[in-house]
């Protein structure tokens, strides 16, 4: 059946007198465009249009754009599901299969309660900022999800544009074209639900209550995310992106994720555990994956976790980022007296070299020797004088201090670059294993279709063959009735027939004589000959008549010319035209038991073979789907055993990275920080300390 589209949907709803069926919407009036058509709220299946009643109530009206197959058997089974259900989080509906005319055709549409509420993405635009009102969505979008785990459901769709937040802060889950009730078991999935909220894995056969979880763990983990830190809704997400803070090509690929890099470095040890969580999830099978396990949040902590405090930081950062204060530059500051002594000295030296040079008590050479030795010893003395004093000990333990801080932070680099390939190999072997899972599942799956493939035409040629068998044996029974019935028909007619005698039967020219002629060549009823031929003399090349007696020859008939064989023929045909008239249309009871009796135990017998083929065929598919369950039973709790061996050392080693992560970040600060001390010691040099000798600065 082909439907019609939303343009199409557009102008019949432009007259709802006329195009619904329903009587409280006849008459309805229609949210309008800004070029006053009916507005419609487009999805890949569905036009949505807001519908208000004559009586004052209003009404979402789904329009569908495709087929989809026992459409209202599965709102049916849904509605009664719901109906003993008492959550708040439910929206009334109504499936009407002949609820719209359009072009002349009616059509299915869904007639759902109006909900005013927001839809989440419109919602976080509003309210990212206040981490509390996030958090309580958070935590009443788990409390959801446990319901419809507790009542054996699934959404199927759980996405932005299905979860309505209420004024109240409440939750309206809406579109239940997806949804799983257990009347529908087996049924397959209508639809696989939003790309960027589903497991890359997920397929139109993983249709049971785990079909939410996938979904249900990626919403929570960005609500709890933006309620630690709501920057991320403008770093993480593109302006009108049809995802919270993940997307489909996360999931594909999360070791090489963006997304996933920058929330598991994120500084909440609750948002990197779930982070690491659900990464973790990518790689299991739809099936395996874990129900929801929210954490403990507290509204008030959260609140203030990213508001700014005295120091300009973000609460969450002040216990992790010491205020940096700038560094005084160390210098020279007091000229101790050994040292003021020894210049002193170099001057009397000098003094004296020169004194006794000029009063020529020594000679000039032994005086220039003087005052080098003497500048020399100077030298020497203030060189101990400099490694021994205070601001030169600094000097060396700063630049030491640096030297030592700058090693541990390329140890602490290489052990986070370490731990983050020994993440990487975790989530590789994760995807490796889930992988092999799924070609293992498939392998089976596809066994068990060319055995059973092979089954059904064994089947398929048996069952044609006792048909081909039956079909003759019908036909052999139909045809030995027509036979039966012909000889009875004929009977009747030669019965009738050999009580008509010819000299009673008044023809025209057959008199006394032709008759005794007839007679002695054994005609004497209408049923003694069946038909006239003629032969032509060659001579005189005139007709002579021949008659065919019903014993099978033909005899002439002295007297009797091609105009009276024909009158004697025309007679006969008379007759036996009157004769059938009366003759049976069907044989009598007796008759017919006895043709079909010897037909009944031939059929009887491929009745039985078919019956048994029937059974044989189908203990044979009994053995291949029991043991389809079996090796795929086996193969879910050997995956499940080897998931959560996985998950237990990506869990395990979640913290290990966070260390790392955590000893990153400190050994950089302490290494600037011993930056900033070794270059406030950077005047304190041996030169320097000369000059501070002589002048004091």
């Known amino acids: ?30 949210e309008l465009d800004k070029l006053h058509r009916p507005r419609a709220i487009s999805g890949n299946f569905a036009s949505v249009f807001s519908v208000t009643a004559t009586n004052g109530r209003r009404y979402a009206i789904k329009c569908f754009t495709r087929e989809v197959s026992d459409q209202e058997d599965r709102y049916r089974a849904v509605s009664d599901h719901l109906a003993r259900l008492d959550h708040r989080w439910k929206v009334g509906f109504t499936y009407l299969p002949h609820g719209i005319m359009v072009e002349g055709h009616r059509y299915p549409i869904l007639k759902m309660d109006w909900v005013e509420a927001t839809s989440l993405t419109r919602w976080l635009d509003e309210h990212v900022d206040d981490s509390a009102a996030v958090a309580r969505v958070a935590q009443r979008f788990a409390e959801v999800v446990a319901e419809l785990e507790h009542a054996g459901i699934a959404h199927g ?88 803070l993940l997307a489909e090509d996360d999931f594909t690929d999360p070791v090489s994720s963006s997304r996933f890099s920058i929330l598991l470095n994120h500084v909440s040890p609750e948002v990197r555990l779930l982070v690491g969580q659900v990464q973790a999830l990518v790689a299991i099978p739809p099936t395996l994956l874990p129900e929801l396990k929210p954490i403990a949040l507290d509204p008030v902590a959260v609140r203030s976790f990213h508001q700014p405090t005295v120091s300009g930081l973000p609460a969450w950062m002040v216990d992790h980022v010491p205020d940096v204060e700038p560094v005084a530059e160390r210098t020279f500051t007091r000229r101790r007296p050994s040292l003021v002594a020894a210049t002193v000295l170099l001057a009397a030296v000098l003094v004296g070299a020169v004194v006794l040079g000029a009063m020529a008590v020594v000679g000039p ?20 004088l400099y490694l021994r004093g205070a601001e030169a000990t600094a000097a060396r ?46 392998t089976i799956q596809a066994t068990h279709g060319s055995e059973l493939a092979v089954v059904n035409q064994e089947h398929s040629r048996h069952l044609a063959m006792i048909a081909t068998e039956r079909t003759g044996t019908a036909n052999q029974l139909r045809q030995e009735l027509a036979q039966a019935l012909l000889a009875a028909q004929a009977e009747h007619v030669r019965g009738k027939l050999e009580k008509i005698l010819i000299s009673e039967s008044g023809i025209d020219g057959i008199g006394g004589k032709l008759v005794g002629n007839l007679r002695d060549a054994g005609i004497v009823t209408a049923a003694d000959f069946d038909g006239v031929g003629y032969m032509v003399n060659g001579q005189f090349q005139n007709k002579i008549a021949q008659f065919h007696l019903t014993s099978g020859y033909s005899v002439r008939v002295p007297g009797i010319g091609e105009v009276k064989a024909n009158r004697l023929e025309a007679w006969r045909k008379e007759q036996e035209h009157h004769a059938r008239r009366t003759q049976p249309i069907r044989l009598h009871d007796g008759q017919l038991k006895v043709i079909e009796a010897r037909f009944r135990t031939q ?54 990275l966070g260390r790392a ?26 030169p320097r300390f000369l000059a501070f000798a002589v002048t004091g600065k």
Request: aromatic share 6%.
């Open 1 to 30: 059946m082909r439907f019609p589209s939303g343009a199409a949907y557009v102008e019949a709803l432009q007259n709802t007198t006329l195009c619904f069926d329903d009587p409280e919407l006849k008459g309805a009036s229609v």
């Open 157 to 244: 769709d759980l996405q932005h544009g299905n979860l309505l937040v209420v004024a109240d802060g409440s939750l309206r889950l809406v579109d239940y074209d997806g949804m799983y009730v257990p009347a529908l078991a087996g049924a397959g999935a209508a639809e696989i639900g939003h790309r960027n909220y589903q497991s890359p894995s997920r397929s139109q056969t993983d249709f049971d209550p785990t079909i939410d979880r996938f979904s249900a763990w990626i919403i929570y983990l960005s609500l709890v995310a933006l309620a630690a830190e709501p920057a991320l809704w403008k770093q993480l997400r593109e302006d009108g992106g049809e995802y919270l």
């Open 365 to 384: 050479a032994f005086a220039a020797g003087l005052a080098v030795a003497g500048g020399v010893l100077w030298c020497v003395d203030l060189a101990v």
């Open 397 to 442: 333990e700063a630049r030491s201090h640096r030297d030592k801080a700058r090693q541990e932070q390329v140890a602490a680099n290489q052990e986070l670059a370490d731990a983050t390939r020994r993440a990487a190999t975790l989530a590789d072997a994760a995807k490796r294993n889930a992988e092999e899972g799924r070609k293992r599942r498939q």
């Open 603 to 656: 059929l009887l017998q491929l009745g039985t073979a078919e019956q048994q083929a029937q059974a044989a065929a189908q203990q044979r598919k009994t053995v291949l789907n029991q043991r389809l369950s079996h090796d795929l039973a086996a193969l879910d709790l050997e995956l499940r055993a080897v998931t959560a061996q996985a998950s237990q050392e990506q869990s395990r080693h979640a913290p290990v």
């Open 661 to 686: 992560q955590a000893g990153v970040e400190r050994a950089t600060r302490r290494y600037e920080a011993a930056v900033r001390e070794a270059n406030a010691h950077r005047r304190i040099t041996y």
